[in-house]
């Protein structure tokens, strides 16, 4: 990360903000271009502080999340995944069916529902994504170190929050900066939100212009 780094104050690394604004904007750049063309982005974040944050953002765009757990082979191995996402599928069609919650002992059903707010917990951010995303955007690198290498294996594009810790390497679209302090999340929050929603009304204006053209 030396090339980000400004100096260092007090044993604390200090990032160049004329570099990281530069890098911020150029994953900006990439996240409009995404949504406009209506592709699919997976936000994770499985560390506390920012988890509420990508769960936020995924919902408020109709994109994805994970924010719990990164399960091995999420992306890599779908199939598996495919096969727990019809289970979660599966209970809360039978659980929300009043004539199969009266048929069953409250045990039983008890045991479901367990069943299906831990799947929930790991894949309900996920569930529609129907295979890999077009781009992903990891606010912790190092934590989620396994969604890094399985975006890379499938060559899926990663927007990256990488501290001064953390290896850049494997980053398509690096945002030098802190990664755990909760002003700087709301920041990268903030950001991401404002481009997602300008190029979802930059995509409904081009269409709507397309029409008119038609008609």
Request: hydrophobic share 40%; no cysteine; glycine share 4%.
């Given at each position: 990360m030396e090339n980000y780094i400004f100096g260092i104050r007090n044993?604390?690394?200090i990032f160049?903000?004329?570099i990281?604004?530069?890098a911020l904007n150029a994953s900006l750049v990439k996240i409009h271009e995404t949504v406009s063309k209506s592709g699919k982005i997976l936000f994770v974040g499985t560390k506390k502080q920012c988890s509420d944050s990508v769960k936020e953002l995924a919902e408020?765009?109709?994109n994805f999340f994970v924010n719990k757990r990164w399960l091995g082979g999420t992306l890599t191995n779908w199939k598996t995944i495919s096969n727990s996402i019809n289970r979660l599928n599966?209970?809360?069609n039978t659980i929300n069916d009043p004539a199969f919650a009266n048929s069953v002992s409250k045990k039983e059903l008890l045991e479901r529902t367990r069943e299906k707010d831990k799947l929930q917990l790991n894949l309900g951010g996920i569930k529609d994504l129907n295979g890999k995303p077009d781009l992903m955007v990891i606010l912790d690198v190092i934590k989620d170190k396994l969604a890094v290498l399985e975006a890379v294996k499938l060559n899926i594009p990663i927007i990256?929050?990488?501290d001064t810790n953390a290896d850049p390497e494997?980053?398509?679209?690096?945002?030098?900066g802190n990664d755990d302090a909760i002003r700087s999340?709301?920041?990268?929050?903030k950001y991401f939100l404002e481009t997602m929603n300008d190029a979802q009304q930059f995509s409904k204006d081009e269409k709507y212009a397309e029409k008119e053209i038609t008609n």
């Open positions: 044993n604390i690394h160049d903000l004329r990281t604004l530069d408020t765009s109709n599966e209970l809360e990256g929050i990488v494997l980053i398509d679209y690096v945002i030098p999340i709301n920041l990268y929050k």
